[in-house]
């Protein structure tokens, strides 16, 4: 993969080896390194573990991405190509973490409370129900001072976890970079998916790759329906999922929502072996490949 890593960091502007091996925490918490790092490792992992694109169509019946994971998605599907899915997805960052600086914003999770009254207390305060992941967790964003008064009268029986990111992500904050990033995505020419492959609007199979990548512009200003993501799964009946890098977060909410499926986190070399056991067993109707969030 030297000569791969290679050709991804000409085009995302970034030594991406460095950042994923030698780089310290404050270096990679930087919006614009981070999303095309997680872009990065998860191609990586798909392509040690699916191979071609054909091998893929063979294999995996659905692939689906958690916000800056739709990138990767995209990539494993077949709409974008690696490099372009990089080029993209590093002006995201640079775009998205260039908007953040123009006003204090951030995202706080919501976890637990009645659905309905959280939602309606995120809308009271001003805020954007930024990501709907699903078994209890809602994503807030907007501004501190809206985030502030929002801590200060919470919903009824629900806990709130700061989240240590850059910006409001996925909300009207970040309108500049959409507007930055369509410029480069028009000049792209992306493909019809080969698998079946999910959007965060709305759960929905995307059949077009053109619609893929508008959606894929979109989402940067748009909210992450997870939920609505995770409900098609289980419509579609898959038996297994595998997360690749970064690993763990959607796993654990496929542990409350998708119980009786098997799930396997790829959070290390050693996982890929299990990792082609799994397909190899649920290959056909039923595997999903789940990606990592920004």
Request: hydrophobic residues 45%; glycine residues 10%.
């Amino acid at each position: 993969m030297t000569e791969v890593f290679a050709e991804w960091s000409e085009v995302a502007g970034l030594d991406l080896v460095r950042y994923g091996t030698t780089a310290d925490a404050d270096e990679i918490r930087d919006t614009a390194v981070a999303q095309p790092l997680l872009v990065s490792a998860g191609a990586a992992a798909a392509t040690a573990l699916l191979g071609t694109l054909d091998e893929a169509r063979g294999s995996v019946d659905v692939v689906a991405g958690h916000s800056v994971g739709e990138f990767t998605a995209a990539a494993i599907a077949g709409v974008l190509s690696p490099s372009d899915a990089l080029a993209l997805v590093a002006e995201r960052g640079r775009g998205m973490a260039d908007a953040a600086a123009v006003a204090p914003t951030g995202m706080t999770a919501v976890l637990g409370g009645d659905r309905d009254e959280v939602l309606a207390a995120i809308g009271a305060a001003g805020l954007t129900a930024a990501n709907d992941n699903g078994s209890g967790q809602i994503v807030a964003a907007g501004t501190l001072g809206e985030l502030q008064a929002f801590a200060d009268a919470p919903p009824a029986k629900a806990r709130l976890r700061p989240l240590s990111v850059a910006g409001a992500f996925h909300t009207l904050h970040m309108e500049p970079a959409v507007k930055r990033v369509q410029v480069l995505a028009d000049g792209l020419t992306p493909v019809d998916p080969v698998v079946r492959l999910l959007s965060n609007r709305d759960g929905a199979a995307v059949a077009s790759g053109t619609d893929y990548l508008s959606r894929l512009v979109s989402q940067i200003s748009s909210p992450v329906r997870w939920d609505s993501c995770t409900r098609s799964l289980i419509d579609l009946g898959v038996t297994a999922v595998i997360e690749l890098p970064p690993a763990g977060t959607l796993t654990g909410l496929a542990k409350r929502s998708m119980r009786g499926v098997e799930l396997l986190a790829v959070k290390t070399p050693e996982d890929l072996d299990r990792a082609r056991e799994l397909v190899k067993a649920h290959a056909g109707p039923g595997t999903a490949d789940l990606e990592g969030q920004s």
